[in-house]
T-cell receptor
Framework: ETGVTQTPRHLVMGMTNKKSLKCEQH?????MYWYKQSAKKPLELMFV???????ENNSVPSRFSPECPNSSHLFLHLHTLQPEDSALYLC????????????FGSGTQLSVL | AQSVAQPEDQVNVAEGNPLTVKCTYS??????LFWYVQYPNRGLQFLLK??????LVKGSYGFEAEFNKSQTSFHLKKPSALVSDSALYFC??????????????FGKGTSLLVTP
């Protein structure tokens, strides 16, 4: 295992629901990331946190709300999503935000009905 | 802006034959280049990276990649493919130019299928 754990593995939600994705890393890293993976499209960087501070928000719609309470935990709060938001959401961590060796979790497969 | 292009959606190769997965990049400064692999139902795993120095970089599982500045390419190679190499391969770049941020930009991925 990579040391990055994501829960749940699968999530089905309606457009009016509110849900949260959780990511936890046991590697002592200081930077954490959310990526969106859709079939046949480049991995899309969503958010970057370095030492619990958000350093990048890649023009993500406000229906996605990240939270990083400490360097080991990262959440992605979801509300009023659209069907096109269905994708695999990957969390990653690295030693620092300038260290490119990322360690990825297995992802949460999200389906929005 | 920084970007990578992986021109092939899928690469098919017979076991034992050499394989190449292509990647080209576009950056304003010097590039840091990476390859990651994704097995089914798993997250991405780091394979190798080029920062500076020797243009031929060796990585995990017998893979290597060659940095070619004139062609702005960073193709992934392996001399003899294994069935277990079948997976999705991602090229990624970070632009070391000023003000470009920290995170990697990934390509769309190339599916490698190695047949027995």
């Amino acid at each position: 295992e990579t040391g990055v754990t994501q829960t749940p593995r699968h999530l089905v939600m309606g457009m009016t629901n509110k849900k949260s994705l959780k990511c936890e890393q046991h590697l002592g890293h200081n930077a954490m990331y959310w990526y969106k993976q859709s079939a046949k499209k480049p991995l899309e960087l969503m958010f970057v946190y370095n030492f619990k501070e958000q350093t990048e928000n890649n023009s993500v719609p406000s229906r996605f709300s990240p939270e990083c309470p400490n360097s080991s935990h990262l959440f992605l709060h979801l509300h009023t999503l659209q069907p096109e938001d269905s994708a695999l959401y990957l969390c990653a961590s690295s030693q620092g935000a300038g260290n490119e060796k990322l360690f990825f979790g297995s992802g949460t497969q999200l389906s929005v009905l | 802006a920084q970007s990578v292009a992986q021109p092939e959606d899928q690469v098919n190769v017979a076991e034992g034959n050499p394989l190449t997965v292509k990647c080209t990049y576009s950056v304003s400064g010097n590039p840091y280049l990476f390859w990651y692999v994704q097995y089914p139902n798993r997250g991405l795993q780091f394979l190798l990276k080029y920062i500076t120095g020797d243009n031929l970089v060796k990585g995990s599982y017998g893979f290597e990649a060659e940095f070619n500045k004139s062609q702005t390419s960073f193709h992934l190679k392996k001399p003899s493919a294994l069935v277990s190499d079948s997976a999705l391969y991602f090229c990624a770049v970070r632009d070391m130019g000023k003000g470009t941020g920290y995170a990697l930009n990934f390509g769309k991925g190339t599916s490698l299928l190695v047949t027995p």
